[in-house]
């Protein structure tokens, strides 16, 4: 019987490394953010993606949470588009 591994969370499970995992994290809770703008505001993905700047199909990758597809540089050039500051917070492991 092998023994099975329990993780801190699922951004852990994925990655290799911990600093991979805190990449991961963060990335997919400026995705939510985003998302949630976008929702909010009633846009369609065609009219979320002119505002940020990005593909309709794009636009569609971010909003079903398509970590992978996006990096942190990225995502903050899409919310500064969108006329959001993205603020850092860096708290203890």
Known sequence: MSKSETYASVWDALADTPEQAANLRARAELMQKIAEI???????????ATRCG???????DLLRGRVSRFSLD????IATAIGRRVH???EAA
């Not at 990005?54 to 569609?60: A, C, E, F, I, K």
């Not at 990225?74 to 050039?77: D, E, I, R, Y």
């Open 74 to 77: 990225a995502l903050v050039n």
């Open 54 to 60: 990005v593909t309709q199909p794009r636009m569609n």
């Open 38 to 48: 976008v929702q909010e505001s009633g846009w369609t993905q065609a009219e979320a």
């Open 88 to 90: 850092v917070d860096l």
